[in-house]
């Protein structure tokens, strides 16, 4: 998903404008128009950066592996801030992210 992010920011950053107007709560809807689309380019980036860690972590293996689990189910409940649209596939991308977790977990130790 980093990549989408990079492709966003280099083709047009408007395309994040309306992504938290279904959000749950108006601290996130206020947050995304005034914090991220303020600098979108660069929350954008700084996004991307993020994703491309976690993914990483979870490529590296051993205790790297289990914050970038913790992380990505992490994203993915924050995400349902955004909406009830989310939620449809929040919940079972969560459900299946806890599963990969926990057969990874005991194999990547400590």
Known sequence: MGGVHIGIVAADTETYRHFADGALFGFVRTGWSEVFMAAPVVWGLLLAAGEILIGSMLLRGGRPARVGWVC????????MLFGWGFWAWSIPAVFVLIRGARTDWQRLGS
């Open 72 to 79: 990505t189910v992490a994203f993915q409940v924050l995400l």
